[in-house]
């Protein structure tokens, strides 16, 4: 499995950013995807999640209304298109393969070294 994240940037707050994840090696067709991002110096976010066919998509409650996953099962993609950024969104953002559950996500301390992660992109918004 390969998942490489791409599309972070410096943008201003209000900005927008589409970030996307390439994924190669699963059946991506059935797989859930999950997007999680991290602070500096701090431990993991659950941030959005969608389902193989993208009929149900979650996200935390923090960017609900300004964040949407989507993804595009012919590309092995999927997105996660940024709205109205603040600046505490500012963060290393990861894609992972499968759905665990808010929680599972928001104990860990860093992204596992394991080939379901991808290495993440950086978004910082900034003025």
């Known amino acids: 499995v390969q998942l490489a994240e791409s599309g972070g940037a410096l943008v201003q707050p209000g900005g927008s950013l589409t970030l996307s994840c390439a994924a190669s090696g699963l059946t991506f067709r059935t797989a859930w995807m999950t997007w999680v991002r991290q602070v500096p110096g701090k431990g993991l976010e659950w941030v959005s999640a969608?389902?193989?066919?993208?009929?149900?998509?979650f996200y935390t409650g923090s960017v609900k209304g300004r964040f949407t996953i989507s993804r595009d099962n012919a590309k092995n993609t999927v997105y996660l298109q940024l709205n109205s950024l603040k600046t505490e969104d500012t963060a290393m953002y990861y894609c992972?393969?499968?759905?665990?559950?808010?929680?599972?996500?928001?104990?860990?301390?860093?992204?596992?070294?394991?080939?379901?992660w991808g290495q993440g992109t950086q978004v910082i918004v900034s003025s």
């Open positions: 969608i389902s193989p066919g993208s009929l149900s998509t």
């Open positions: 992972t393969n499968g759905w665990l559950g808010a929680e599972y996500y928001n104990h860990l301390t860093n992204p596992p070294r394991s080939p379901d």
